[in-house]
């Protein structure tokens, strides 16, 4: 069965530091989306994307994130000058459509901001 | 402010039990909404998603959604100890199927 993978599966790295997470989203997939989750807190919304470009991006989507569909199957979030309340579970989605279907998330990426 | 509001629990219910999970919305305008699992440090996974009023079935799983009282729910009939997990349910507000979860609830099935 197809799925979404992302790598690494754990990140750490100091405070102000880049980071890329990648994630590969189901091959026939069109849309793609990014959410986080602290811990022991609600998974939520960053940003989606298709036809390379931003759909839709939440308030916590500022400055330092931006997105990327480098090739035909990679798509990452950069966080350019990490803090250390981005200490989170990065989760990648893919779907194929928009309106209808539904988002398959992939393991996830834990970032620990030192 | 957009809302998904869950019970957090813990709700525990005895093994073969029925497991009632609730959820209420804020937004009017929601049109889809789904249930996911997700068992400790893992992603969510779909259970099952709900577009129109009244019940919806499959397998064990029922969910059922009142659009005039902004409440969705989903019941887990025969729950087993593998059901214990955090069930999230989630929220389509724009219907541009980027989702808003609740908190979710935590559920232990005692065997």
């Known amino acids: 069965e197809p799925e979404v993978t992302q790598t690494p599966s754990h990140q750490v790295t100091q405070m102000g530091q880049e980071v890329i997470l990648r994630c590969v989203p189901i091959?026939?997939?069109?849309?793609f989306y990014w959410y986080r989750q602290i811990l022991g807190q609600k998974v939520e919304f960053l940003v989606s994307?298709?036809?390379?470009?931003?759909?839709?991006k939440s308030e916590i989507f500022d400055d330092q994130f931006s997105v990327e569909r480098p090739d035909g199957s990679n798509f990452t979030l950069k966080i350019r000058s990490t803090k250390l309340e981005d200490s989170a579970m990065y989760f990648c989605?893919?779907?194929?459509?928009?309106?209808?279907?539904?988002?398959?998330f992939g393991p996830g990426t834990r970032l620990t901001v030192l | 402010q957009k809302e998904v509001e869950q019970n957090s629990g813990p709700l525990s219910v005895p093994e073969g039990a029925i497991a009632s999970l609730n959820c209420t919305y804020s937004?009017?305008?929601?049109?889809?909404f789904f249930w996911y699992r997700q068992y400790s440090g893992k992603s969510p996974e779909l259970i099952m998603f709900?577009?129109?009023?009244g019940d919806k079935e499959d397998g064990r799983f029922t969910a059922q959604l009142n659009k005039a009282s902004q409440y969705v729910s989903l019941l887990i009939r025969d729950s087993q100890p593998s059901d214990s997990a955090t069930y999230l349910c989630?929220?389509?507000?724009?219907?541009?199927?980027?989702?808003?979860f609740g908190t979710g609830t935590r559920l232990t099935v005692i065997p």
């Open positions: 091959s026939n997939h069109l849309y």
């Open positions: 989605a893919s779907s194929f459509d928009r309106n209808t279907d539904t988002q398959y």
């Open positions: 709900i577009y129109s009023n």
């Open positions: 937004d009017r305008g929601s049109q889809s």
């Open positions: 989630a929220v389509d507000q724009t219907g541009a199927n980027n989702l808003f």
């Open positions: 994307f298709y036809n390379n470009e931003i759909s839709e």
